[in-house]
């Protein structure tokens, strides 16, 4: 959806206040280049008060990490994402000498930017699943304590348990349920209720496979959780998240 007002309409029917706009580099896998990044910031230029634009700097391919993360806080950049499945890197690479991802997390605390990384498997191809293992954002949380840190996706479908394991664990660690029919999400953290406080809303859309936003919230408003864990869930962590 090219249109911003088109897409802030569709916000509109299906009763959504803020949405985040997902982008991520990865030019050899995806075939998404750092244009991506100018893309968000100029969708969201028109809406800044119900838009937050991810962006992305590539931490294998980056000749200056430092520098891009500047021209993307220039730019209006709200938040970064990091894809390891698809940028073939862990996030704690850090330790195995990628510093690219050290600077991108300091930077990233500079500038108040939460962090999201993909958690999980992709079926994309060329995707490597091992980067995915969720247990290696444990050490980022540890060397980053005043990093904001989104697991997305919540580890699914293999790594639920690790995933709640660092949102207990770690202050500064939250994850979305994005990607995940809700339906079926109970099933895959029975203890949803009490992570509430850690657990934001999402959709994935417009991925393959997904339905409308809407369609999606209604899933979820008829799942048995109080009226608390919804809001907070629906609106709450991520309005304190991004600081709204």
């Known amino acids: ?17 803020k949405a985040g706009l ?22 969201a230029r028109r809406y800044p008060d119900r838009l937050i634009p991810f962006g992305s700097v590539h931490p294998r391919f980056s000749k200056d990490p430092a520098g891009e993360m500047n021209r993307l806080a220039d730019l209006g950049i ?5 894809h390891p499945p698809h940028q073939l890197i862990y996030p704690n690479d850090y330790l195995n000498g990628v510093k690219a991802l050290e600077v991108i997390y300091g930077k990233a605390i500079e500038y108040r930017m ?34 904001t ?8 479908p293999l790594w639920m348990s690790t995933c709640v394991f660092l949102l207990r664990r770690h202050r500064n660690v939250y994850m979305d349920i ?6 079926n999400l109970l099933a895959y953290f029975p ?4 992570l509430a406080d850690k657990t934001m809303f999402g959709s994935d859309w417009p991925g393959p496979g997904v339905p409308g936003i809407r369609a999606n919230i ?12 919804k809001r907070k869930i629906l609106r709450e962590t991520a309005l304190k998240v991004f600081g709204e």
């Open 191 to 194: 203890q949803l209720e009490k």
């Open 1 to 17: 959806m090219e249109d911003p007002d088109r897409f802030i309409e569709l916000l509109d029917a299906a009763g959504v206040q």
């Open 218 to 229: 209604e899933a979820f408003l008829q799942l048995p959780l109080s009226e608390e864990a």
């Open 149 to 156: 840190i989104i697991l997305a996706h919540g580890g699914r």
């Open 78 to 82: 709200r938040a970064i994402k990091i």
């Open 114 to 147: 939460p962090v999201m990384i993909h958690t999980g498997t992709s079926v994309f191809p060329g995707a490597r699943n091992k980067f995915g293992d969720p247990i290696h954002v444990d050490d980022v949380a540890v060397d980053f304590p005043e990093l």
């Open 178 to 183: 994005s990607s995940i029919p809700p339906q």
């Open 22 to 43: 997902i982008n991520y580099v990865s030019p050899d896998i995806m075939g998404f280049t750092e244009e991506v990044n100018d893309f968000s910031a100029q969708y």
